[in-house]
């Protein structure tokens, strides 16, 4: 309900606009009446209505003259006069305090239904403004840390384009960044991100996010100042600042560095990752923010060949272009060699000094490392065929490790990932020479004999033979044709036979002797291996 004022020094002319019009009807209570302008304008003070209807010609104060009190100092109050006048300079002075209407008297009805109609639709619209203005303060209070991050990302990807309109968007999204200030642009990464983020739900990759820039944002409060935010995935960026007057220039990147390293060990000590970071250098004015994050983000990318969980700064690295190392048919053949060979320490050897001449590329070096491994990896595969020792387990293994190349992030997991598969490669090509490979069938087909009845694992058996599980069953697949899980079921169905044989042995205690917990599943698997359930299988004659 809109709130409603009478000022009139008739007391007839009152009543008569108190008592003999429906206020109610259009949402307006009357809160109180005066009968001169000052003691309207005390009333209009304690009341604060929407509407007041007011005499123009009354005794101490007229209704101009309080009108124009109104005017400055409750603008939202709607003004109508009522009056008996017909006077050109009266209504000017009404316009002139912005009244919404002038009634003359005696006061028609229908015309007061008409303007009060009006004031009440452009009340009903200020107040749906007022709503609107007030939900957008909430969105945009809500927005701000988005906005600031936003604004942040810009400074460091694209400069500041406009210098004119830059302290204004730093005041609005109260941002803390003075002119006169030093700046350095620090660039945190999550190492192994492939493993530590990318498997997460968003819901947990989102709380590590917000975790990780609650302890940036800690830490650079208390050594420096400054702001932190996520500029892409995996990738935080603080910009760091410091008053060039306060701290001598040692002073100012102790503090720096050592703010880097309570980062580094905090998310460490708190959340379990590892991080590598970034420093640019020290920039004078924030419009070279850019140049500070590209040195930033450039010195943490070359944890390929320094090494992950590290603070590296530009004076860190190797400035001199060498050389740029090229893998030419001459390393090939010598590869090829290795291989066939079969000589795992031959194939190290060869690998740490492949690494060590692939570690001198630092433009780009990381990528064409990548792509050697991949060169490598066809031609340990195009060995295999050619000693017929390939299989569609060592394809799929293949697959996934063409995958696996590009997710690594330095040089000695690259070299570690390779060095793994072509030492397996040698294996197989050494077990197909020597003859050897019938001897492992036997180990393992003795392994199973005797553990048939336990809960054995493909592991297991590779652990009690000294083999990984991954040559365990490619080479068993290979050498028999069948897996070791066809013939782990193939003898325990052999088993289940004899002891079905006896009458006095019960089906449970069958099941459970040959290896298996569940009943009808071993149930399953006797009537897949043989045509019959257990129980049918007794009843058949001997």
């Not at 009357?30 to 009333?43: C, M, N, R, S, V």
């Not at 006061?107 to 639709?121: A, F, G, I, P, S």
């Not at 100042?225 to 995935?233: D, I, V």
């Amino acid at each position: 309900m809109y709130k409603l004022v009478i000022v009139d020094d008739e007391p007839t002319v009152r009543y008569g606009l108190r008592n003999y019009f429906d206020w109610s009807a259009h949402h307006i209570e009357f809160a109180g009446e005066a009968d001169d302008g000052d003691a309207g304008l005390t009333l209009i003070g304690q009341l604060q209505p929407d509407v007041v209807l007011t005499d123009v010609r009354m005794i101490n104060m007229d209704g101009i003259r309080m009108s124009a009190e109104i005017r400055m100092r409750f603008p939202h109050i709607k003004i109508v006069f009522v009056s008996g006048h017909d006077d050109a300079d009266y209504l000017k002075s009404a316009l002139q305090v912005n009244a919404v209407d002038y009634i003359f008297k005696p006061v028609n009805m229908q015309e007061l239904r008409t303007v009060v109609e009006r004031v009440v639709r452009e009340l009903q619209a200020e107040e749906k403004e007022r709503m609107l203005i007030a939900d957008m303060q909430v969105k945009l209070t809500q927005s701000m840390p988005l906005l600031r991050e936003k604004f942040l990302m810009s400074l460091i990807r694209d400069g500041i384009a406009r210098p004119a309109g830059t302290r204004s968007r730093l005041e609005f999204l109260q941002l803390e960044l003075p002119d006169d200030d030093e700046y350095w642009v620090i660039v945190v990464t999550i190492d192994d991100n492939a493993e530590v983020v990318e498997p997460r739900s968003e819901r947990d990759k989102q709380l590590l996010s917000y975790a990780v820039l609650n302890v940036c944002q800690e830490l650079v409060d208390r050594h420096m100042g400054g702001y932190a935010f996520e500029n892409r995935s995996s990738e935080y960026v603080a910009i760091l600042r410091t008053n060039s007057a306060a701290d001598e220039e040692e002073q100012r990147e102790g503090k720096l560095f050592r703010l880097a390293e309570e980062i580094r060990e905090n998310l460490q000590q708190w959340l379990s990752i590892t991080v590598t970071i970034g420093v640019g250098e020290r920039v004078t004015q924030l419009a070279a923010l850019p140049l500070s994050y590209t040195q930033a983000r450039e010195a943490a990318d070359q944890k390929w060949y320094l090494g992950k969980n590290r603070v590296i700064s530009m004076d860190s690295l190797e400035r001199e272009e060498t050389d740029m190392f090229r893998f030419d048919p001459t390393v090939s053949e010598r590869f090829m060699s290795a291989m066939k060979a079969a000589e795992p320490h031959q194939l190290s050897d060869e690998l740490g000094g492949l690494f060590e001449r692939l570690a001198s590329n630092r433009r780009n070096g990381f990528r064409y490392a990548g792509n050697v491994c991949l060169q490598l990896i066809l031609l340990s595969s195009r060995l295999m065929l050619e000693l017929n020792i390939h299989s569609r387990d060592l394809e799929e293994k293949e697959h996934g490790l063409w995958e696996r190349v590009f997710k690594q992030e330095t040089i000695a997991d690259l070299q570690r990932l390779l060095e793994a598969h072509l030492t397996e490669v040698c294996s197989l090509i050494r077990e197909k020479r020597s003859g050897k490979s019938s001897n492992v069938i036997e180990r393992i087909r003795h392994v199973i004999g005797q553990r048939y009845a336990d809960n054995l694992t493909v592991a297991a058996i590779a652990e009690s033979v000294y083999l990984s599980p991954t040559y365990v069953s490619l080479l068993f697949k290979q050498e028999t044709g069948e897996t070791v899980y066809e013939y782990l079921t193939r003898v325990r169905v052999e088993r289940a036979k004899e002891l079905l044989r006896d009458p006095g042995v019960k089906l449970y205690e069958v099941c459970f002797a040959v290896g298996y917990s569940d009943p009808s599943h071993f149930s399953k698997l006797f009537k897949k291996a043989t045509g019959f359930t257990p129980s049918a299988f007794r009843e058949q004659p001997l």
